[in-house]
Every structure is written in structure tokens, then in C-alpha cells.
């Protein structure tokens, strides 16, 4: 191992560290590992920009417009709501469902469809007294499987696909993946509705769980001077015989009283953090001299006249709030919102609303104005912002979706037939819904998730410093020395299997950007068709069942199913192994045999 090689490998296993104890946002903790490359000499300046301009990355941006311009129309929630009318049985109705969700994300990609389907699925659970846990991983499982079909399915297809393409390899076909993908999808769906949905548990989702659970979510008031029990004990408050609520602290200036005796003085400024029912702190706001902390102007007063309501809204991988408190974002003149509970995790979380450190997946309760959902349904802030107490309507202009989704079909038609390239073809559909005022210059930029392409976009200079350093051939060296005794397939399974422990810890694409490489020096030196093994890292990359946190539309999922991270790995880790079977089982039987 040369000075150079054990340098990249640091600075990799630094990244991997940070990536998996998210110190700080994925891209920017990637883009800082690319940019030491560059500085060190490790990388040209051509070399670690070269990902800024690949045709894959591009295509990623474009499809992010075409699957927002579809997203906004409302035309997927309103066929979904119509397939699930006159649904009651769970197998049933998740084979009406997972299998048309599963033919859509091999066109459109994953994560804004979970993001259209999941208010949809849920209301409809809750309608028919169904617990949401036991369709919404099966939603995010479904998209992933689906995204394995074709070329368009999902980012990290396009990633490898754009990697192909660097290396002076030909690329995928539009369908090529799809030798692989269908019969994964096929058995991975007759596991999902025979055995997968009864694994899952009753969770209740985040409305019914603020409605009944206490000590899940936290809210903050404020004492006044005219507060009756000023100066008395919180017994005598009577602040510890509340229905559904717990005092868990008192926060007085820069002291804080946890745990809270019933004997505590209440004094004038006092900030009394609660733990409970929204409903009960709700009544709390009547009592005169508390004051909820909502961070704005608006009250829970204001839900009774229509000019306010509450909103869940789930924080993103590539939210600007990430390890942020949400002081120090300034949420209020932020979003002209106040955030009056977080739910993380079946936490409790322990100190003042404004003091709390956002991560992805926390599930926040807002009070907010009536246009809050139309301003940011499709904030890169926020996966999933639906009302709380309102039912919810079924968007905007079907006609604009099927505007979209023709020039969608026409584009991939236009693919298949050898007319255009996929990047080609994107550009003019992009062109194509601007022109027809399906979606507007400011809602293509905001459909573009930019934290994604640059995470892609860096990971492109890692791979090449990876390879470019003999990093790639000194690991691969190392992987054909210990998996060669056991024959070809313990290879495919070694590439395979390292590939998706990456995805579970890291994200999908960081998998196989850094996997890309060293599975291509494995084929050179085993004389194995490169195609085939950047299949096999193409399938391993996107099949994330085990953990919440490698696929982003787990994450989405999350907090409205009111899952807890073992929930992933009791469903995930059969469904992964099957996958990962019949997956090795047709590269071997397609490009090696």
C-alpha cells in the first residue's frame, strides 16, 4: 500500500464515519472529502469537477422537474384515492396498489412518488381503522423495487449508468436493468402482501399516536405575571394532576429543574416544558398566565375560525434545517410558522422547542397559516407536509398531469426507439412542460433537489481518486484474495454484499459511486463481463430494507408510519436476502455463465 492509497482510504473511512453519525449533511461531508482531494493534488481540477458535468447527474436533475411537474398536478394521488375505493382487505388492496406504484417508479423517480402516495395511503387507513405501519414501508419497498426496471428508475441507474459512460463503457439500455429488476420486483412484492405486511406492527401513525400517547411530544408555555399560582408549588398549580400531560422541566433563565417535584416554587418567566396531548395543551392555553411558545404570532385560538391549522411536516435528508436548532434557523420568519411538538423516534426529547437539533426524519407539528401546504408541499425542506385536522384534498389540474405524463410517455418512446439518449430526451421534456405552461421556471427550480446532485456530483471525484490512486485495485486485490477459493459466485456475493451494507449506513449513490471502481478492477481481473457486475452494484445500491437511513424514501416513511428502526430490519432483512439471491443468481446466468 503506497502513502497515496492509505491517504484516500483515510479520508474514505473519514467520510463513512461522518456519513453514518451524520455529523453534518450528507453532500456537505462529501463535498469537503472531494475538495481535500483537490487540494492535496490527489485530484486535477478537471478531475473533480468532471461529476458536474456527467450526462447521469444531469439526467437526474432533469427528471426531478418532469416527476415535480406530474407531482403538482395531483393526477397520481387522485388515480390512487379512486384504486383504493371499496378496499378493505390488506393483500388485496396492496396488490391493487404496490403493483401499478411499482410499474410508476420505473419511470418516475422514487422519492416524490412516496411523497405523493403516502398522505393519500394514510388517510385512506385511517378511514377504514387500518394502522398505517402496515402500508407505508411496503410503499417505500415497492417504489425501490420498481426503480430497479429501467434506466429511469431511480438516481443511482443513472449514476452507474453515467460511471459506464466515463469509463468509455457503452452504458444501459432503457430496459437493460430490467432483466434483473422485474423478476426482483415480481418476488419482492408476493413476499411484501404473503408474508412482509405481517411482520409489521400496529403503529398507530403521528395523529392518532399525539392523540393518545403521552410523553412522545413536547411543547413549551410560557408563565405570565398574572398567573394565578404564581410563587406557589406545582402541586398547588395543580400541574401534575393534567389528563395526558407530564411536566418534565422547568426552564428559569439559565437553570433548568428536571426532574420537576411537586413541591418546585412556579415563578414569574418560567418556561414549563410539557410532554403529551395536543388536545390537553391545547386546554392549558385557557388557563390564564400560560402562554403556548408557538415562535409566531399565531395561536391554537385561530384553528376554531379556519385561519390557521396544524400541519405535519417530516424534515428531509436534504433539508437546510439539518443539525440546526430551531432557533438558530429562525423558523418563525422563516416559514410563518410556529413549531408546537417533534416527535423523533418514540423519544422523548428533553429540552426547550426552540433548543431542539434537527435531524432527518423528525416529524414536526406546526401551527401554521392556511396557505402554509401550498407554499412548501414541495419544499426540499420538508418530505411529507400534510394538515393534521382537515381532510385532505386531492390537488390541483389532472389535465396538466396528463399534459406531463404524454410527453413522459413520448420521451421514453423516443429513448427506446434510438432516437434521442435519455439526457436528450429529459432536456426536451423539461422544454416541452416549461413551453406548455405545465409547470413554471420557479416550480422546475424547486423540484430540483440541489443537495442530492451535489452529493452525486462529489462522489463522482471520490470514485476517480478511489481508482486513480490504485485504492480500487489494492481493495479489489484483497476481495478476489478471500472470496477466489469459493468460486465465482462468493465474488458476485462479496461485491454484492459490501455494496449494500454501504446503502444501509451511507446513502444509495455514495454506495455505488464508491463501489463502481473496485468492482470494475474484480471483472478485469476475473475476466467477468463488466456490464454484469455493474448490474450487480446497481441492484445492491438501491435494494435498502434493512435500515431507515439508506434510501431516502425509508426516511419519508418514517414518522408517518410510527416506526421504530427495528421495524426496517424485522421486514427488511428477508426481503434483502431474497433480493440479493435471485439478483447474484441472474448476473450469473445473463453475463457470466
Not at 454484492?496 to 444509495?508: A, D, K, V
Not at 452494484?537 to 410510527?562: D, E, H, K, M, R
Amino acid at each position: 500500500m503506497t502513502l497515496e492509497i492509505g491517504f484516500v482510504l483515510l479520508m474514505v473511512a473519514i467520510m463513512l464515519g461522518g456519513l453514518i453519525f451524520e455529523v453534518a449533511r450528507p453532500d456537505m461531508i462529501m463535498f469537503v472529502v472531494l475538495t481535500t482531494f483537490l487540494l492535496t493534488g490527489i485530484l486535477t481540477p478537471e478531475e473533480a469537477l468532471k461529476g458536474f458535468s456527467n450526462q447521469g447527474m444531469l439526467t437526474i436533475a432533469l427528471l426531478f422537474i418532469i416527476a415535480g411537474a406530474i407531482q403538482k398536478s395531483g393526477i397520481i394521488d387522485l388515480a390512487l384515492a379512486r384504486r383504493l375505493k371499496n378496499s378493505n382487505s390488506i393483500p388485496k388492496t396492496m396488490l391493487r396498489i404496490f403493483l401499478p406504484v411499482s410499474g410508476l417508479s420505473a419511470f418516475l423517480n422514487n422519492t416524490p412518488t412516496v411523497v405523493m402516495l403516502t398522505p393519500v395511503l394514510r388517510k385512506w387507513c385511517e378511514e377504514n381503522q387500518i394502522s398505517p405501519s402496515k402500508f407505508l414501508i411496503p410503499l417505500s419497498y415497492a417504489t425501490i423495487l420498481g426503480g430497479t426496471i429501467t434506466l429511469m428508475g431511480t438516481s443511482t441507474n443513472l449514476v452507474v449508468h453515467g460511471l459506464m459512460l466515463e469509463n468509455g463503457m457503452k452504458g444501459f439500455s432503457l430496459f437493460e436493468l430490467g432483466i434483473v429488476g422485474i423478476p426482483i420486483t415480481v418476488v419482492g412484492l408476493f413476499y411484501i402482501i404473503t408474508i412482509g405486511y405481517r411482520l409489521l406492527p400496529n403503529h398507530k401513525g403521528m395523529k392518532e399516536t399525539v392523540q393518545e400517547h403521552s410523553r412522545e411530544y413536547l411543547a413549551e408555555m410560557t408563565v405570565g405575571p398574572d398567573f394565578s399560582y404564581l410563587n406557589q408549588s406545582v402541586q398547588d398549580a395543580k400541574l401534575r394532576q393534567l389528563k395526558g400531560l407530564y411536566l418534565i422541566e422547568i426552564i428559569r433563565g439559565n437553570e433548568k429543574i428536571s426532574p420537576v417535584k411537586a413541591t418546585t416554587i412556579i415563578r414569574n418567566g418560567d418556561r414549563l416544558i410539557f410532554t403529551g396531548l395536543i388536545s390537553t395543551i391545547a386546554e392549558l392555553q385557557k388557563i390564564k398566565g400560560l402562554t403556548l411558545e408557538t415562535g409566531t404570532y399565531l395561536s391554537l385560538d385561530s384553528l376554531k375560525n379556519g385561519n390557521t391549522q396544524l400541519v405535519e411536516a417530516v424534515v428531509s435528508h436534504q433539508s437546510s434545517l439539518l443539525y440546526k436548532t430551531i432557533k438558530e434557523v429562525r423558523f418563525r420568519s422563516k416559514y410563518d410558522a410556529g413549531v408546537i411538538a417533534v416527535h423523533r423516534d418514540r423519544e422523548r426529547i428533553k429540552s426547550k422547542i426552540g433548543e431542539i437539533t434537527l435531524k432527518p426524519g423528525d416529524t414536526l407539528l406546526l401551527l401554521c397559516g392556511s396557505d402554509f401546504i401550498d407554499k412548501y408541499k414541495q419544499s426540499n425542506d420538508f418530505y411529507v407536509v400534510t394538515p393534521l385536522d382537515t381532510p385532505l384534498e386531492l390537488q390541483e389540474n389532472p389535465k396538466k398531469g396528463w399534459i406531463a405524463i404524454s410527453i413522459l410517455i413520448l420521451m421514453i418512446f423516443f429513448v427506446t426507439i434510438g432516437i434521442f439518449s435519455m439526457f436528450e430526451a429529459m432536456s426536451l421534456a423539461v422544454v416541452l412542460l416549461l413551453f406548455a405552461r405545465v409547470i413554471t421556471p420557479e416550480e422546475a427550480k424547486q423540484s430540483v433537489q440541489f443537495n442530492v446532485l451535489l452529493l452525486i456530483a462529489s462522489s463522482f471525484g471520490i470514485g476517480t481518486a478511489i481508482m486513480k490512486t490504485g485504492a480500487a485495485e489494492w481493495i479489489a486485490n484483497g476481495l478476489i484474495r478471500i472470496a477466489e477459493p469459493f468460486g465465482l459466485i462468493s465474488i458476485l456475493f462479496f461485491v454484492y454484499l459490501i455494496t449494500n451494507i454501504f446503502t444501509e449506513l451511507i446513502t444509495n449513490n455514495a454506495a455505488a459511486v464508491m463501489m463502481f471502481p473496485i468492482a470494475m478492477e474484480v471483472a478485469n481481473k476475473m475476466s467477468i463481463d463488466p456490464t454484469g457486475i455493474a448490474v450487480l452494484i446497481t441492484i445492491a445500491a438501491s435494494a435498502s430494507f434493512i435500515t431507515p437511513i439508506g434510501y431516502q424514501t425509508n426516511l419519508i416513511v418514517y414518522g408517518p408510519g410510527g416506526y421504530k428502526f427495528s421495524d426496517y430490519i424485522k421486514v427488511g432483512t428477508p426481503l434483502s436476502i431474497i433480493v440479493m439471491i435471485v439478483t447474484i443468481w441472474l448476473i450469473y446466468l445473463f453475463w457470466i455463465s
